[in-house]
Structures are given as C-alpha cells and as structure tokens.
C-alpha cells in the first residue's frame, strides 16, 4: 500500500488513491502517520475478511449485551442499575489528590474517588467539558496533536435498482478530478434484498461541507453523479437519503482519531495518561486499534487495569522519553 510520492495523476489514480488511504483512515495519506496503520494491526491480527452486519436489533445491543455482565438487569435483561446515569450532559469536572467533582447540564452533582473520561477525542478538542483545574500543558498539546477524522456513510434509497448486481459487484468507484467527491459507493442486496439502497461513503473535508448543507441539496450532488455513472440508465431520483452529521455533533465532534505524521508512541502515552484523579479512555486511547469500535472496547480494558493499579497504590503508568 503505497502512495504515489508527488499524488494521483489521474481522476482514476485519485479514485484508487481514495479507496486504499481515505476509505480507510478518512484523512488522505499526506496527513496520515505509517507508524500505526502500515501493517494495519486490525487486519494482521484478525484477518483480512470484512463483513456487512445486517441485525435488526441494532448495534446498540452489542452495548446493553456488554453493560448487562456488570450493571443490574430486572427478569427482561433490562438494565435497571440505578448507578447508570443516562441523558446526563457532563460540563465540568474538578479534581484534587482528595476526590473529583463532576457537574452536569441540569446542574446535578457528582462526587467520586476517580473518574474516568472517555468522552471522544473531538469533544476533548471542544470546550464541552471544562476541567478545573486546567489540564496541564503536556496532556493538552498530546489531546490537539491527534486528528479527530470525520467519516460519513450516507445512505440513499430509490425506488427501482438501476446498479449491477451479483459476485464482484457490491463496490464501485466515481473517478472524480476532486479528490473524495462521492468515491467509494456499495451496494446491499445481498445484506437487505429489494431495499434498493445504495451508500455512499464520504470523508474529511467533503464530509465537513455535506454537513453544512441541506440533504436536499447533498441528494442533487448524488443524483448528478449516478447519472454520470450510469449514463445509459434509467435513473430515478432517490425517494429518500440519511445523512449522519458526526462533526456537527457536540457529543461526537468526528467519527473517529488518526495518527497524524509526526506522533509516536510518545504523544499516545500522553494522550492516555492519568492526570491526578482524572483518566482517560477511548477508541484514540488504543494503541494499536484506534479508529474501530474493539480499539475503544479494549482501551477501556486496559484504562480500568491502570486506574484500579493505581487506586491500590501500584501505579505503574509511565511515559517514556520521546526518543526511548
């Protein structure tokens, strides 16, 4: 997987440079460090094979499944743990060597040994939480030093199929002279037979200009280059489109962290490492699988072994020299 050194030459180049880098990593690759995604650990340690999860439940029952091995459950499988605390808005939280105060938007108060943050990368890099006292220099600049990328999948329905179908047939790429401009485009019927949906996936600046557009307007840009795709088809216009708009979120602020060229291990051990009583979790937390949903469950495994390490008085956390 390597980059042309002075860029795509081609519309066709562009597409193929997208697909490999962007697709991937949502940041082109002369923004992207080697140092944590040439091999990618995710696909050298669990394969190469990637899967469609078409599960009615929604993928918020991997998170109830999850929460249900600890919390308290009633005979349903309903968690009715009274220590879980939802729709609550964190705004500030206040940390001595004696204890933490946490304060929400409905002006609720929290006081706790430790607290662990694992709120994304991107509202760390908002002002939606403010710590007191301010988080020192070094844990600040490690926090600004990581990109937090933004990723859109958008999903758009028709009322007829117009795309080809079958073996080798779920992907097709626009080659477009502007780079990520409704690239990589995929197909479901194998996954939600006569749905007749088709998704586009968008990343980076793209992903910041759709958000800030109207879906009617984003839907019109999408009509446009199908019927440049398929020009000798019938192409209908599209009954319906799901924009997701993570960078406009304030709980999300992106989709999700990339390396940047220029971090290493260093700024990584900095970007987790405790300040007094306060720590940190999180998918940009994984120091091999950032970006993917098992980076953020195993960082929060390994987050609990240091705090609790540390709680029983056997902090070994350590950040090593830059140049170690």
Not at 86 to 102: A, C, H, M, Q
Request: glycine share 6%; net charge negative; charged share 25%.
């Amino acid at each position: 997987m390597v980059s042309q050194p002075n860029g795509p030459a081609t519309p066709v180049d562009m597409a193929l440079d997208y697909y490999k880098f962007d697709y991937e990593f949502a940041e082109p690759p002369c923004v992207t460090s080697v140092q944590n995604c040439v091999p990618l650990p995710t696909f050298s340690d669990f394969g190469d094979d990637v899967y469609d999860v078409a599960d009615q439940r929604g993928y918020e029952s991997v998170v109830y499944n999850l929460a249900g091995q600890y919390l308290k459950t009633d005979k349903s499988g309903k968690i009715v743990d009274p220590r879980l605390k939802l729709n609550k808005v964190v705004r500030e939280i206040s940390y001595s060597p004696n204890g933490v105060t946490v304060k929400t938007e409905d002006n609720s108060v929290y006081q706790a040994d430790y607290v662990m943050v694992s709120a994304s990368l991107g509202v760390l890099q908002s002002d939606l939480i403010q710590f007191k006292p301010q988080l020192p220099a070094w844990k600040v600049v490690a926090i600004y030093q990581f990109d937090m990328a933004v990723y859109t999948k958008i999903f758009v329905k028709f009322p007829k199929k117009f795309w080809p179908e079958g073996k080798g047939r779920e992907f097709f790429l626009y080659a477009s002279s502007r780079r990520g401009y409704y690239v990589v485009w995929q197909e479901f019927e194998k996954q939600y037979p006569d749905a007749n949906v088709l998704l586009v996936t968008v990343t980076d600046e793209e992903s910041r200009r759709i958000e800030q557009q109207s879906d009617n307007q984003t839907k019109a840009e999408i009509m446009e280059v199908l019927r440049k795709v398929f020009p000798g088809k019938d192409v209908p216009d599209a009954t319906d489109i799901l924009v997701p708009r993570w960078w406009s979120d304030r709980f999300y602020k992106g989709t999700f962290s990339n390396w940047p060229i220029g971090v290493n291990r260093y700024e990584y051990d900095q970007l987790r490492a405790p300040v007094g009583r306060v720590y940190f979790t999180g998918e940009h937390t994984s120091e091999h699988y950032n970006g993917y949903v098992h980076g953020a469950y195993l960082a929060g495994i390994d987050s609990a072994e240091i705090l609790i390490n540390c709680a029983q008085k056997m902090c070994k956390y350590h950040v090593e020299g830059k140049y170690y």
